[in-house]
């Protein structure tokens, strides 16, 4: 299986996470025709980074599609060595689900894509984008709460989550907010625990890296 992969992508991020904790046979590569272009939307439907292609030919695209889709084929353990990263118990992959869509439609729609944009010199009210961080932010710490105290293995939710965590904390010194898990201990344990996690620590420090020279690449270019 290869992954077409943007060494930037947060949602990227995820799957990379998830092929080194399970020790996934999956080739990561750049995408193999150019993005925004008729080739690549012809080739991947949706348009966008991450896509699975699989043996067959076969395309998946969405990180949370493609992260579930290599947790089935390889249930269990994944591969050799690797960590189960779905729990068995039904309530517990609810609430796996309930993480990973709280990074996708509350997180990052309400705060980091707002983040984004003042990164990329759009003009946005700082202080409502601040507001909109800190909800979210207690949304998670309420939601985190709620699971209950106690150990729990990593799951989907949780690899889902952190590159989105990551560029928060990238992100949140343009609107004032320099460590944006000061107010929320929850969240700031729950960063603590995923970041002791090794293959999850070196994914992101790669992507921290890769967004750097990401805009870094942009200012050159300005
Ligand atoms: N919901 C999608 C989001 C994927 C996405 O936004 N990918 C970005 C990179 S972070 C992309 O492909 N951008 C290229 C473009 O929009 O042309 C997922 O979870 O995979």
């Not at 060494?7 to 998830?18: D, E, L, N």
């Not at 990074?103 to 009210?125: I, S, Y």
């Not at 944006?180 to 890296?209: F, G, K, M």
């Amino acid at each position: 299986m290869k992954l077409y992969n943007l060494p930037h992508s947060p949602y990227a991020a995820r799957v990379r996470i998830q092929i080194r904790l399970q020790n996934l046979p999956v080739e990561v590569l750049a995408p193999p025709v150019p993005l925004r272009t008729d080739a690549f939307m012809q080739r991947f439907p949706l348009g966008k980074v991450p896509v699975l292609e699989l043996d067959s030919g076969e395309t998946i695209a969405e990180s949370w599609a493609i992260m579930e889709y290599l947790a089935e084929v390889n249930a269990g353990n994944g591969g050799e060595g690797g960590r189960a990263l779905v729990p068995a118990d039904a309530l517990e992959r609810a609430q796996m689900r309930m993480l990973g869509r709280y990074a996708d439609l509350h997180l990052a729609v309400n705060a980091l894509f707002p983040l984004f944009r003042a990164a990329m010199g759009a003009a946005g009210e700082t202080a409502s984008i601040a507001q909109g961080l800190r909800g979210e932010l207690a949304k998670g710490e309420r939601l985190l709460a709620s699971f209950g105290e106690g150990e729990r293995p990593l799951h989907l939710g949780d690899v889902a989550l952190a590159p989105t965590l990551l560029y928060l904390h990238e992100l949140s010194p343009l609107v004032g907010i320099d460590d944006p898990l000061d107010e929320y201990p929850r969240l700031a344990a729950w960063w603590a625990w995923v970041n002791s996690v090794a293959p999850v620590r070196e994914v992101l420090h790669e992507v921290r890296i890769a967004y750097h020279a990401f805009i870094e690449g942009l200012s050159a270019k300005a």
